[in-house]
Nanobody
Framework: QVHLVESGGGLVQAGGSLRLSCAASGSIFSFNVMGWYRQAPGKQRELVAT???????NYADSVKGRFTISRDNNKNTVLLQMNSLKPEDTAVYYC?????????WGQGTQVTVSS
């Protein structure tokens, strides 16, 4: 079992920046994929960005060029730097861990972007 704890959400004006952090603990496989998903009210949860333990990244088209995902394997943390935020980025952001056919989710952190 892997436990994920997120931090860094909040309220920001359009054009501003926020950084989300997720710390993983527990039985962590050396090769894994960590990432961020988000869910806006009335919408399905969607992928934002993922990064493998080897550093390969994947981004949703809607955030390319604005968001950057990174990780520190020694600390089992993953960061999401969000720049040029838009009101449509408003959602609950969830950290995700996937390895060996198992997935874990964080509790979610609210990001609200005002226009």
């Amino acid at each position: 079992q892997v436990h994920l704890v997120e931090s860094g959400g909040g309220l920001v004006q359009a054009g501003g920046s926020l950084r989300l952090s997720c710390a993983a603990s527990g039985s962590i496989f050396s090769f894994n994929v960590m990432g961020w998903y988000r869910q806006a009210p009335g919408k399905q949860r969607e992928l934002v960005a993922t990064i493998t333990s080897r550093g390969s990244t994947n981004y949703a088209d809607s955030v390319k060029g604005r968001f950057t995902i990174s990780r520190d394997n020694n600390k089992n943390t993953v960061l999401l730097q969000m720049n040029s935020l838009k009101p449509e980025d408003t959602a609950v952001y969830y950290c995700n861990y996937f390895a060996a056919s198992r997935t874990s989710w964080g509790q979610g952190t609210q990001v609200t972007v005002s226009s």
